[in-house]
């Protein structure tokens, strides 16, 4: 079994930064690709970004240029960093990873979710 566990969601106010956290533990032989998405109330989840396993990243366009994904191979740790902070970035922000298991067997795993408001 495998658990992705979220952390740094927060209030913060508008133009601020955080910076989230997901650690991916248990039975893991390899980890391919780490992403977040996120739900905003009343709204459906949508994709964030992604990092490949060899560092190679995407991002939502709305988002380019405010927020960074990174990784951590050795911690099995992706991190969202999320600078100027809007409002509209009020969300749970929840992360994925696609995990080879310790039995070969691929599975895509979700962590839980961190709350992240942005307001004044």
């Known amino acids: 079994q495998v658990q992705l566990v979220e952390s740094g969601g927060g209030l913060v106010q508008p133009g601020g930064s955080l910076r989230l956290s997901c650690a991916a533990s248990g039975s893991i032989f390899s980890i391919n690709y780490m992403g977040w998405y996120r739900q905003a109330p009343g709204k459906q989840r949508e994709w964030v970004a992604t990092?490949?396993?060899?560092?190679?990243?995407n991002y939502a366009d709305s988002l380019k240029g405010r927020f960074t994904i990174s990784r951590d191979n050795a911690k099995n740790t992706v991190y969202l960093q999320m600078n100027v902070l809007k409002p509209e970035d009020t969300a749970v922000y929840y992360c994925?990873?696609?995990?080879?298991?310790?039995?070969?067997?691929?599975?895509?795993?979700w962590g839980q979710g961190t709350q992240v408001t942005v307001s004044s």
């Open positions: 990092i490949t396993s060899s560092g190679s990243t």
């Open positions: 994925n990873a696609e995990v080879r298991s310790t039995g070969r067997s691929l599975y895509l795993y």
